[in-house]
Nanobody, 126 residues
């Protein structure tokens, strides 16, 4: 059974930074596009960013573009979300997810992801 485990969440002030990690037990990790999503209280699950198979290709939600960076280390089977210039509206539970195959326009949709982590809380105070 594949397992994704996020870590690195916490509380930070506006303008601060956090780096989330997601360790995957997927046997063929490099065959999966890895995505990050978030859910704020009372809101729908929201796409944050995704990283293609080699890490060379990424896509982002407009709300985080220029502030967040998704990267991956295939040897370590880990995907990262570097979050800079954090804002209170970034407060949410952050989830990593995996979908088999290359990064496409559909990679922004939670519906195509097969595996999910348990989530890690990020709280940004003003």
């Amino acid at each position: 059974q594949a397992q994704l485990v996020e870590s690195g969440g916490g509380a930070v002030q506006t303008g601060g930074s956090l780096r989330l990690s997601c360790a995957a037990s997927l046997r063929t990790f490099s065959s999966y596009t890895m995505g990050w999503f978030r859910r704020a209280p009372g809101k729908e699950r929201e796409f944050v960013g995704a990283c293609g198979l080699s890490g060379d290709s990424t896509i982002y939600a407009e709300s985080v573009k220029g502030r967040f960076t998704v990267s991956r280390d295939n040897a370590e089977k880990t995907v990262y979300l570097q979050m800079n210039s954090l804002k209170p509206e970034d407060t949410a539970v952050y989830y990593c997810a995996a979908t088999l195959g290359r990064l496409t326009r559909a990679s922004g949709s939670w519906k195509i992801y097969n595996y999910w982590g348990q989530g890690t809380q990020v709280t940004v105070s003003s």
